[in-house]
């Protein structure tokens, strides 16, 4: 009679990959959702949950990405949609009237777009040390040059997008 172990990932059995992900008309919450799968390593059958299995995402054109909803004219953002007027950003000071809120609209006109994203993703992670760690692995570009062609980054495979 045999007996297996389970399999326990350590920093020294991982080799991260780098996938490219180009964000253009893609919608932010469920492209979030994949990130934060691959960043957490959840894809992979070698998912440890307390070692950071994950792998790094680039990506790219972020100020293309759309949120759900009708779509509207809009002049300066292609995938304007009613969504964009309806999320609110908000962030306090910790004094008193230090609330403030924010659209998606003026973040995305501001040139904020990797911020957007960056916090659907945070949102999405664990929220400790291991969290931070993973959130570190993402890395965020508003156009459509990046700055890993050294990490020779693969295309993110299908089965991984929305």
């Not at 004219?73 to 924010?102: D, I, R, W």
């Not at 040139?111 to 969290?131: F, I």
């Not at 993973?134 to 993110?156: C, F, I």
Request: hydrophobic share 30%; proline share 6%; with cysteine.
């Amino acid at each position: 009679m045999s007996t297996t172990k389970t399999y326990m990932a350590n920093a020294k059995t991982i080799d991260p990959q780098w996938f490219v992900v180009d964000a253009d008309n893609m919608i932010v919450g469920r492209l979030a959702t994949k990130l934060a799968t691959v960043l957490m390593g959840k894809h992979k059958p070698s998912y440890t949950p307390h070692v950071d299995t994950g792998d790094y995402v680039v990506v790219v054109n972020c100020d293309k990405v759309r949120f759900s909803g009708k779509s509207l004219a809009h002049e300066t953002h292609p995938y304007f949609s009613k969504k964009m007027l309806q999320k609110t950003y908000s962030s306090y000071s910790g004094y008193p009237s230090g609330l403030k809120s924010v659209s998606a609209e003026k973040k995305l006109e501001r040139g904020q777009s990797t911020q957007v994203l960056s916090e659907a993703v945070r949102r999405m992670l664990p929220k400790n040390k291991l969290g931070r760690q993973m959130l570190k692995k993402l890395k965020l570009y508003a156009g459509p040059t990046h700055e890993h062609q050294s990490q020779k980054p693969q295309d993110m495979p299908d089965y991984l997008l929305p």
